[in-house]
């Protein structure tokens, strides 16, 4: 009570101090002076933050009305643990400390601090004495709604706004939505209209088509990968390493998968989700980080299995790798740009699974070898093209030469050209909503067409997969015959498939 009593007294002192001092629309309430203003507006930004981003526990509010032109303002505080009444101000180094205590993260903190600051922005650089009278003309007075500024408004318009990032759970803005809010004959339509910021089902929408080109994905590429492994002749080196380079996309695929359908759709709830994100448990930056490798494992196949066929086509009398080195040698490789940003994760005490970038340029740890895994292809793709120039009308083994052609000419585009396009981010980036969605869902459908064509190529169309296929069945045939060879139902029937077979 003592301290309110004081507070009052040096808001009083200071009022009778200066006629001409700052005032400031908040809302429908009445023109403070900016002090007041600053408490106020810091408050509603505290109010308005979503109850998801708060400490619950700890809040303690209490509020404070004072009688301004003879209406009522009401200005919340909290208590902190020593009992202090501390007041929104973010500009005061005790209270944000305070403050800051009531966020569950550091990121929302700040969202409350931007919000608070953009407030006092607008007072002191937006709102007039002149601009928060209404007249005639501008039934709605300029004024800080809690969340946007507004200047001085005609009857009957829709002023749109640019959702601010603080609003959002979001930390980056996806694309630029806007509020909206109305000014009637008689004023200001007092709710702005929000909904139009929220961005999570844009995200859903764009999740959700990324599951479906993974599952799609997924679903072609599984059969292949059996199909490898059930036919010994499929296991020679050559054939292997493109199997491998499948099961890394594979792997990758259910990988993202996992984490899309765990984590990321799940903080998309905003409400009733966002747990496992924020426990940042151990087995989701776990599930980040084999992520994260499987998706570098991708391109270190794609270089080993032309690092193989270059040896084939160049050196075709050196002996083959050893298998153990050589593939331990491709999981390492994959590894260490993992490892190295894990570590830096690790380091700074990162939070939200590592799901979410917050260095940009971390980015290129993983991005810097997979390009440089690119240019290694390149090199030895323009090295195979130079001998097999060289060998041209020599003769040689065509059956290779064409695989090892096929490969390499079909690898590089297929995983350069995606790898261009999500690393260059900022070229295509449009603020414009729909335009990302575009770019979303081509992106995601590059990416699930390199699983779908690589069986395609390396499997479904494979010439030593249709000989063990067609091996297969004419063994099957045979001992079909020899067991019911003296079943005159049975041979008509075998007869009947081999028709349509030739
Ligand atoms: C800052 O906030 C603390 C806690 O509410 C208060 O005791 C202190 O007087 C404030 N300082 C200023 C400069 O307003
Ligand atoms: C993988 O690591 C890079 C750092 O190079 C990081 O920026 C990226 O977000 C990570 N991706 C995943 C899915 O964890």
Sequence with gaps: MRHQLALLLTILVQFSHSQDEKRCLLRFFPIAPAEDYKFATGDTCFFM?????????????????????????????????????VFFDYENQTALEHIQTLYLQEAYFKKWYDCANAAMDCCLNHLTEENMQPDEDHPCPALWDGYTCYGKTKAGTTVYNLCPSYIRTADDLICNLESEKYCLTDGWNQVTNYNTCVDAPIYRKRNGFHLICLYVSVAVIFPAILIYLSFPKLKILRIALHRNLLIAIFIKNVLVILSKNLIILDALEGDKGNKLMISNSIGCRVLAFFENLSKNLIFTCMSADAFYL??????????????????????????????????????????????????????????????????INAILLVDIIRVLLTKLGKGGNKKQ??????????????????????????????????????????????EAAQGILLAVFFCYLNQDVHKEIANFYRKLDTKFRQRFGYSERMRRSTACTKSTKY
């Design 401 to 446: 030469t064409r695989s090892a052609l096929k490969a390499t000419i079909i690898l590089l585009p297929l995983f350069g050209i995606p790898l261009l396009i999500t690393s260059q981010r900022d070229l295509f980036d449009s603020r414009d909503c729909t335009k990302s969605d575009i770019y979303y869902y081509i992106t995601y459908a590059i």
């Design 49 to 85: 933050s979503s109850p998801f981003w708060l400490n619950i526990p700890a809040i303690k509010r209490r509020t404070l009305v004072k009688i301004i032109d003879g209406k009522q303002f009401p200005i919340s505080y909290t208590i902190d643990p020593d009992g202090r009444e």
């Design 310 to 375: 270059h040896k084939l086509i160049v050196r075709p009398f050196a002996t083959d790798p050893n298998i153990l080195i050589f593939y331990s040698i491709v999981v390492v490789f994959s590894a260490l740009p993992s490892l190295i940003w894990a570590g830096l994760m690790g380091a700074r005490e990162m939070e939200n699974c590592w799901m979410v970038d917050t260095e940009t340029w971390y980015i290129w740890i993983t991005d810097g070898y997979k390009y440089a895994m690119l240019i």
